[in-house]
């Protein structure tokens, strides 16, 4: 599976987007980027994936570039409650055994 | 409500003790899943199981047994053989939709300390 790079801490003002970038140069054809974040002490929770378009859902959008070496995440309007631990997960089709966490980045959300 | 309940939320157990911990979904998925979180790092796949009475080993399943008998249940042992098994403890499931995306549902985990 490709591996991730993410910052390991970002900070946001409440009420502005925040903007999450992931490389993942070794991204295969066949690999989806999956998001997903962790609120502390808590289990991770899906936010959004894609695979070469941009997406977007009630909770985020996903940018990734045309070569789809990169992607961003962006909360469009971040409130104090998205303070958490974001992970940037590559991961090919069909395969139960399919997302392998890294460390993520740490977004705090500054009141 | 459809969920992955995990049970208990904090275990206890002395050096030298099997303990095993319970993962129940109603979610009606086909795979389920054990992670391991050790403090500031991500998750580690330990076990999965795509399918009733059948599952796979994952990264690091050494000290770590599971059982699949029941769609629904996928308990984890934590054997004595386990060197460092103080750790955050959790399960998910999926939909295992052949060959598309899927998301997994996890748990709220289950924290086990070692004494």
């Known amino acids: 599976d490709a591996k991730t790079t993410q910052p390991t801490s970002m900070d946001c003002a409440e009420g502005r987007a925040a903007n999450l970038p992931c490389n993942h140069s070794?991204?295969?054809?066949?690999?989806?980027v999956y998001w997903y974040r962790q609120i502390h002490s808590q289990g991770p929770q899906y936010i959004i994936h894609?695979?070469?378009n941009n997406e977007t859902n009630e909770m985020a959008s996903l940018i990734i570039t045309e070569d789809r070496k990169s992607s961003t995440l962006i909360l469009p309007h971040a409130t104090l409650r998205d303070t958490a631990v974001y992970y940037c997960?590559?991961?090919?089709?069909?395969?139960?055994?399919?997302?392998?966490f890294g460390s993520g980045t740490q977004l705090t959300v500054l009141p | 409500d459809g969920g992955i309940t995990q049970s208990p939320k904090y275990l206890f157990r002395k050096e030298g003790q099997n303990v095993t911990l319970s993962c129940e979904q109603n979610?009606?998925?086909?795979?389920m899943y054990w992670y391991r979180q050790d403090p500031g790092q991500g998750l580690r796949l330990i076990y999965y199981?795509?399918?009733?009475?059948?599952?796979q080993k994952g990264d690091i399943a050494e000290g770590y047994s599971v059982s699949r008998e029941k769609k629904e249940s996928f308990p984890l042992t934590v054997t004595s053989a386990q060197k460092n098994p103080t750790a955050f403890y959790l399960c998910?499931?999926?939909?295992?939709?052949?060959?598309?995306?899927?998301?997994?549902?996890f748990g709220p985990g289950t924290r086990l300390t070692v004494l």
């Open positions: 070794t991204i295969s054809g066949n690999e989806y």
């Open positions: 199981s795509q399918i009733v009475n059948d599952f």
């Open positions: 894609g695979l070469k």
């Open positions: 998910a499931s999926s939909n295992r939709l052949a060959g598309g995306p899927h998301e997994q549902f």
């Open positions: 979610l009606n998925h086909d795979a």
């Open positions: 997960i590559v991961s090919p089709l069909g395969s139960a055994r399919q997302l392998t």
